[in-house]
C-alpha cells in the first residue's frame, strides 16, 4: 500500500488544457463569444437605445442613406411614404394618443400623416439626422403598438425641416459646425406632449415645430450662451423672421423653433 503510487484526479482537465495549449485557446475563445452573445441579446431586449444603435449600423449597411443636403431631397424621401388625413387615422390611434379629444381633435382636422415603415425611421432626413430623432419616442415607437399595417404615425410640415436643413447650411457657409446641435423634439402626439409638459396648444403636436440643444458651434472647443447667440441670429434675422415661432429659453442651451405663420417669441418654457 505505502508504496503504490496514487492516482491523480484532475477534474477540472486543467492538466490537459496545459498540455494542449491550442485547444484551451480555443476553448476559451468560444467561451468569450458565447458570453459576449447572451450580454448582447440581453442588451438588445432590454434597451430600445441599445437596438436603435444596433439598427442603424444594420440599416446604413444595407441602405443608400446619405446625408440631406438639399430642400429638394427632404421632398423626395418624404414622396416616397404612403399618407392618411386625420380622418383616416383608426379610431383606437386616436384614442391612445389623445388625438379624438378637444382642442386637438380640432387642432388635427386638416393635419395630413406619413406612415413610415418601422425599418425606415433611420433614413436622413435633415443632414445626418435621420427621421426618428423627429417623432416621439413613445411605446408606438419603442415597440408595436399604435402602429398602422406595422408603419409608425408621423406627422411633419416639411417646412419645419427645410427650415432646420437651412440653418445647417448657413452656419456652414460661415465656416460654423452646421451640426453641433442635438435634435430634442419633434412631433409630439397630443398624449406624449402631456407627458413631457407641453403647451396645451404646442405646435409639436401639428409636426411644425423642433426644439434643439445646442452645442460647440463655433468650434472653440466649448459649449456656451456665444454658440447659441450664432443660432439665434441666425434663426430670428434669416430664417425664421416674422413667418414663426422661437423659444429663446436664455437659461439654457436650447432653442425652439417653429413654422406657426406669424412672428412670436419667448423666454421661459
Known sequence: MGGQARKFIDPFNVVSSIQQPGMYRKRQFFISIAVLAILFISAYLSSYRVRDRLLILRYDFFHRNEIVKGAEQIDEVLSKYEKLSYKELPADYKKNTLSDQEPFAKMLRNSVYYLIPAEDVYKRIVGPYRIRNFMPKDASYKSSKDRIDGKIV?????????????LQ????????????????????????????GGASKSRHILGQAIDISIKDINKDGRTNKADKKIVLELLDKKIIK?????????????????????????DSY
Do not use: C, I, T
Open 154 to 166: 408621423w406627422l411633419v410640415d416639411k417646412r419645419v425641416l427645410k427650415k432646420l436643413l437651412l
Open 169 to 196: 447650411n448657413m452656419l456652414e457657409e460661415k465656416g460654423y459646425d452646421g451640426n453641433a446641435f442635438h435634435v430634442v423634439n419633434g412631433y409630439r402626439h397630443p398624449a406624449y406632449n402631456k407627458k413631457v
Open 242 to 266: 416674422s413667418f414663426g415661432g422661437l423659444g429663446l429659453y436664455p437659461k439654457s442651451q436650447s432653442v425652439h423653433l417653429d413654422v406657426r405663420g406669424y412672428r412670436a417669441r419667448w
